[in-house]
């Protein structure tokens, strides 16, 4: 932060000067999200062909040009990009949820849940008509909500 208050107090208004980087990371990919999960121990990237990369942050942020490898790489998947990575803040600090929405022409969203120390998925659940893929808990709320209808 030193480093940037620097440049700050030395920096004009006249000019288009940057802040120079003290880390550049090489990407094949635009990424569309970034997040920082497992305790900012891992950055999930997820990029505009749809897949997703975890990086190891210790990797990551240390000064100079670079090319680091990704722990692990999710290729795209149906039905669509990733729209959305939310972190776990809570006592599960692993899990990341990915919210993939159907390009035009497809079916619905889906939500997986991924374990980013594991680089597996955990669980998730797509959104179709039938009442058995509904998650657990819209599920019991249905059939509440249908039992008060009759």
Known sequence: MEDLRTFIAASTSEGEDGFPPKSELQLSDAPTHLVLASNDE???VAF???SL???DTSALFNEGKKTVEPLSVFP???PGVVRQILANPGDLPDLVALRRDAESGGDGSVV???DVKQMQS???WSLTSSV???PT???QAFFSHSVINY
């Open 122 to 124: 955990v669980g998730g």
């Open 137 to 139: 808990s819209s599920e």
């Open 112 to 114: 997986e849940v991924l």
């Open 42 to 44: 891992r950055l999930v």
């Open 132 to 134: 058995k893929d509904v």
């Open 76 to 78: 795209a998947a149906p």
């Open 53 to 55: 990369a975890i990086y």
């Open 48 to 50: 505009a062909r749809g």
